[in-house]
């Protein structure tokens, strides 16, 4: 098959590659000039684990290959995919469908012979209609079929899941388009990935509705962990008890600081305002929102208190910086809204990511960059860890300890043992867990006098 990939950004260059990978001949097409040469020097644009890899091999291959020229592409194509950004429009929040129009535009008058026009871009209900409209009215003699094919990547696993697939989920009003999309996907049927054909407004409010899930999920479990440290539970056993029951299931039962990246915070925010256009407010999606964008300003208050109540004058280090581990994403990302909590307390912020810093460094402003973990630890007040890279799972705690200027942990991810930390001399605050009687507190007062005492 003939792929033409509209876009190359995290979702265009994933798909468009791992196509490839399947044999397909795929154009990746991009207005951006500048990544389109860097693609073709082997410089990917965004960082997931094995992609730079595969897109070498299969431009090697001859399979994959990235242009400007849409219509060129476009001409020779069986299935034109629109892989555009639909960010959160300004004002509104709904889904800015700007991107996706201009590129349905563009795929009209380049159309030639039966194309199927693809929507890989989350898009609200009835998109694709417009998508069909606008075609039709550019190039009222084209032959094509519109169909929806959400995509459901999890960043930093993106190629397992495109090959090895819960679900493939197509919107086709035809028969010839639904031909058309078996075949893309005929080399995952020894993977036996199911392909479910529906209607093509079914299939994008498939993929709004499956992020709202697991973004309520997410929220649910925190707001569980805040009960929890209240009354002296603790989160982890409660998530494994829950989570054992087959109808709850225990991924996305992780409590932390709230959800971030690229999909979550904007599908739930139009989810919301298309909801509330069609007459059928979700309430529930709407107060997920709401306490996810409360809990990250949320998390700076948990460090202050950790700190004894002030942070004015004070290092804290940040572990950690995208919203999740393997990418460099970092888009709502947890981080940014912790980082600016504590420097309106009057903290001095310095923080450390492995992948993230690049991107993260015009979105911090006055916070200071480290090399590594322990650079950022030193003489900190407090360390913070906010994301958990594997890098960060097995830490030498004597070296931090030895580090900073008073050993406080705050542990947003839970990836430490407290009598682990503790042991070490740290005072350890950690999500939905229980607290030693008083231990913490005696650990914090007795560094806060051994400072003073040692302050001339």
């Known amino acids: 098959m003939n792929i033409t990939m509209v876009g190359s950004g995290y979702v265009g260059l ?36 094995g992609l730079e890899a595969l897109v070498a091999e299969n431009v090697r291959q001859d399979r994959l ?48 012979g039966f194309t199927v026009v693809v929507t890989k871009s989350t898009v609200p209900v009835g998109t694709g209609d417009e998508v069909e409209r606008i075609i039709r009215e550019a ?29 493939i989920v197509v919107g086709a009003e035809e028969a010839r388009a ?70 709850i299931g225990s991924k996305f039962l992780h409590a932390g600081p709230g959800y971030g990246g690229s999909c979550f915070p904007k599908d739930t925010l139009a989810l919301v305002k298309t909801a509330q256009d069609a007459g059928t407010p979700l309430r529930l ?24 109540g002030s942070v004015r004058g004070r290092t804290v280090a940040l572990l950690g910086l995208t919203f999740k581990p393997n990418t460099d994403d970092m888009r709502d990302a947890p981080s940014l809204a912790i980082a600016a909590g504590l420097q309106d307390a009057g903290a001095m912020v310095r923080a450390y990511d492995p992948e993230g810093m690049e991107q993260a460094r015009p979105l911090l ?3 200071a960059f480290a090399e590594d973990a322990y650079h ?27 580090a900073m ?27 939905g867990r229980p607290t030693g009687p008083g231990e913490d507190a005696e650990t914090l007062q007795a560094v806060e006098d051994a400072v003073a005492a040692a302050d001339p």
């Open 178 to 247: 639904e031909a058309v999309m078996r075949e893309v996907y005929r080399p995952l049927y020894l993977n036996q990935a199911p392909i479910m054909v529906t209607s093509r407004r079914t299939a994008e409010l498939t993929k709004y509705a499956a992020n709202a899930f697991l973004a309520a999920k997410i929220t649910f479990i925190n707001e569980i962990a805040d009960l929890c440290e209240a009354v002296g539970a603790d989160v982890q056993a409660v998530a494994r008890g829950i989570g054992l029951d087959n109808r």
């Open 139 to 167: 190039n009222p003699t084209a032959e094509f079929a519109v169909v929806s094919n959400p995509e459901f990547l999890r960043e930093g696993a993106a190629i397992a899941d495109f090959k090895r697939p819960d679900r």
């Open 285 to 308: 999606v709407e107060t997920v929102v709401a306490v996810n964008d409360q809990r990250k300003r949320a998390m700076a208050r948990k460090v202050i208190k950790a700190c004894g």
């Open 14 to 49: 994933v798909s468009g590659a791992c196509f490839a990978d399947f044999g397909h001949s795929v154009v990746c097409v991009d207005s951006n000039r500048g990544r389109i040469e860097a693609l073709k020097a082997g410089r990917m644009p965004i960082y997931e684990p």
């Open 376 to 402: 950022c630890a030193e003489g900190a007040d407090a360390l913070v860890l906010v994301t958990e890279w594997d890098a960060f799972r097995a830490l030498d705690l004597a070296r931090l300890h030895a």
């Open 405 to 431: 200027q008073r050993p406080v942990l705050v542990d947003l991810r839970n990836v430490y043992r407290a009598d682990d930390v503790r042991s070490h001399g740290f005072a350890y605050s950690s999500i």
């Open 365 to 367: 402003p006055g916070v």
């Open 65 to 112: 290959s990235f242009v400007t020229d849409l219509d060129a592409a476009v001409a020779q194509a069986d299935a034109v995919f629109i892989a555009v950004g639909t960010p959160s429009r300004r004002g509104d929040g709904f889904a800015d469908l700007s991107f996706v129009y201009a590129a349905a535009r563009e795929i009209a008058g380049a159309l030639s």
